[in-house]
């Protein structure tokens, strides 16, 4: 199989830092996304690594490790639109991607 | 630039009918891949279509069937719709190059009485 791990919901407060997990099977491994969606919304895009490393984008940062298997995507400054679900996916072998089944943000004052 | 476009954003059907939808993918995007999200869930995987040949198909029924026309629009078809086909069908073209992302469209809401 190909399952994509990740916690089903986190809580954190406004201005905070978060870290959302996320595992994944390594075999046929061909880039991993983070995803941002909002309730009744489409997914947009965050990030996409395929290289081991940190990539930076303003308040986003995503983390990968191949060998582990492992991504980690970092919101910093929380705000309180940032109260959303975040998919990690990970494309294998071609261009479709196997998502997991989010992780609910909920930002509090 | 217009982005993925999908038609209706919202069905209403009743059991045992068939529904099209539809999808119209980024200028110069050769790839659409179809996914259904049910409520509270990630997108699953129903089909990928690449120059208007399948290259990928989920663990779908024969109920789902889908196609890619020349200017690389798509259909979904769903013949014989069941309750549990209720949920948001997701578009997602790429140009198929290995860094570049999938862009959603904004979905079609499909409920299903």
């Known amino acids: 199989g190909q399952n994509i791990d990740q916690p089903t919901e986190m809580t954190a407060t406004e201005g905070a830092i978060v870290q959302i997990n996320c595992t994944y099977q390594?075999?046929?491994?061909?880039?991993l996304f983070w995803y941002q969606q909002h309730a009744g919304e489409a997914p947009t895009f965050l990030s996409y690594?395929?290289?081991?490393g940190l990539e930076e984008k303003g308040r986003f940062s995503s983390f990968l490790s191949r060998s582990k298997g492992y991504s980690y995507l970092l919101l910093k400054e929380l705000q309180m639109k940032d109260s959303a679900s975040y998919l990690c996916?990970?494309?294998?072998?071609?261009?479709?991607?196997?998502f997991g089944t989010g992780t609910r943000l909920q930002v509090f004052p | 630039d217009a982005g993925v476009t999908q038609s209706p954003t919202h069905l209403i059907k009743t059991r045992g009918q068939h529904v099209t939808l539809r999808c119209s993918p980024i200028?110069?995007?050769?790839?659409v891949s179809w996914y259904q999200q049910v409520l509270g869930q990630g997108p699953q995987f129903i089909f990928q279509y690449y120059e208007k040949e399948e290259r990928g198909r989920g663990n779908f029924p024969d109920r789902f069937s889908a196609r890619q026309f020349p200017n690389y629009s798509s259909e979904l078809n769903v013949n014989a719709l069941l309750l549990g086909d209720s949920a948001l069908y997701l578009c997602?073209?790429?140009?198929?190059?290995?860094?570049?992302?999938?862009?959603f469209g904004q979905g079609t809401r499909l409920t299903v009485v």
């Open positions: 690594n395929v290289l081991d």
């Open positions: 997602a073209s790429s140009n198929r190059d290995m860094n570049t992302e999938a862009f």
């Open positions: 996916a990970v494309r294998y072998n071609t261009d479709k991607l196997i």
């Open positions: 200028s110069g995007h050769k790839s």
């Open positions: 390594t075999s046929g491994f061909n880039g």
